[in-house]
């Protein structure tokens, strides 16, 4: 028997079953990446290269932890113990991240609805218009940062080269530095940057530091111009005084938490777009959860009072994804291990994801409409 009339044999068999219990349930491998962590959103698992030809969009998680900061004064190298839980200045736990995203991502599977989204448009159901995976994690190894942000450069530009649109879970706030290289490997105009931080972040050195991403991919990328660069919410006192002389030297745009108060967040993202979207065509979006009000995100390394809401977060990247396509986002620096027995901050994270997911669809639903 050849296997074309083997599975008539069984396609025969599924028929008649189904005729007399027409109300059949089939089992079905459910959508699982290890232990209990399922996908993101319940979504096929990506489980090589070959899994994202199809794919629009692909979520990926990058476990990385970097350089630690136990105190205003000292950096730890990759390797050091992770703090205790009840540390107070010293916090890491970002390598966590990924899997926590992950788990309570269950509340927006598109098991429920298929992705029906009244708020973005009455009607609007995401997966309608895209298709999207999960990627699994990168490899990482906290003793080799050069190995393991090579593998990430590598598995973002896997989803770039198949036409997907990445969605990256870090990891600490070091992560854009290889995604924004995947990204330029795959554009030929300029990038510009949109970042949502309490922090400038314009160190240059240590190397592999989560506060020194930007000042790298300046040196190193042509692409990516400090003037199409834009950063929102800086606050707190924990901001070095060298980097708003860089940032001036640059001419970099940067929005305080006072801005966001004054003139409103989406008086702030029209001019985050302006700014980014100026001769640039590809937009990145990176996002460190200490932007938002610890009451609305516990969980995260660096908290600081007086941030936005999780309402002005989610309007402002519907704002940015309606405007604009977003060729790629991030969200770094959730630590799970000082989040709510609920895992309030995990399943917000899990919900910003969805809302670029959302707006990314909307925009392949425009350029349908348009193309016809």
């Not at 302006?274 to 937009?283: F, M, P, Q, R, S």
Request: charged share 20%; aromatic share 12%.
């Amino acid at each position: 028997m050849t296997i074309m009339n083997l599975k008539d044999v069984w396609n025969k068999a599924y028929d008649a079953a189904g005729n007399k219990i027409p109300q059949r349930v089939e089992r079905r491998l459910k959508a699982i990446l290890y232990d209990d962590v399922p996908t993101f959103m319940e979504l096929p698992f990506a489980r090589s290269k070959n899994d994202l030809v199809s794919a629009d969009v692909a979520f990926l998680g990058i476990p990385w932890e970097g350089l630690k900061y136990p105190d205003p004064w000292t950096v730890l190298p990759e390797t050091a113990s992770p703090a205790p839980p009840n540390s107070i200045y010293y916090r890491t736990g970002a390598d966590k991240s990924p899997e926590a995203i992950r788990k309570y991502s269950i509340f927006y599977s598109y098991n429920h609805g298929y992705g029906f989204f009244p708020e973005l448009s009455r009607n609007f159901i995401i997966f309608d218009h895209l298709n999207a995976v999960d990627y699994g994690d990168v490899e990482v190894d906290v003793k080799e940062p050069n190995i393991s942000l090579t593998n990430c450069l590598t598995r973002v530009s896997d989803i770039y080269e198949a036409g997907a649109i990445p969605l990256v879970s870090g990891g600490d706030h070091a992560i854009p530095y290889p995604c924004v290289q995947a990204l330029a490997k795959h554009t030929e105009g300029n990038i510009g940057i949109i970042t949502f931080d309490s922090h400038f972040d314009l160190y240059f050195d240590p190397e592999f530091s989560a506060a020194s991403q930007w000042g790298r991919l300046f040196d190193l990328l042509p692409q990516v111009d400090p003037k199409n660069y834009c950063s929102i919410g800086i606050r707190g006192l924990r901001n070095q005084l060298h980097e708003q002389y860089v940032a001036k030297e640059l001419g970099i745009q940067y929005f305080t938490m006072a801005d966001v108060e004054t003139q409103g967040i989406n008086n702030i993202i029209n001019k985050a777009l302006e700014v980014a979207g100026k001769d640039t065509e590809a937009l990145y979006v990176s996002l460190d959860i200490d932007i938002l009000d610890p009451a609305f995100c516990p969980a995260q390394k660096y908290p600081e009072p007086n941030g936005i809401t999780s309402r002005e977060m989610i309007s402002a990247l519907r704002q940015i994804g309606k405007n604009r396509l977003i060729n790629g986002f991030d969200v770094c620096c959730l630590s799970p291990q000082y989040d709510t027995p609920t895992g309030l901050s995990a399943q917000l994270c899990a919900r910003l994801f969805v809302e670029v997911l959302a707006t990314i669809a909307w925009q392949k639903k425009s350029s349908k409409a348009v193309t016809h």
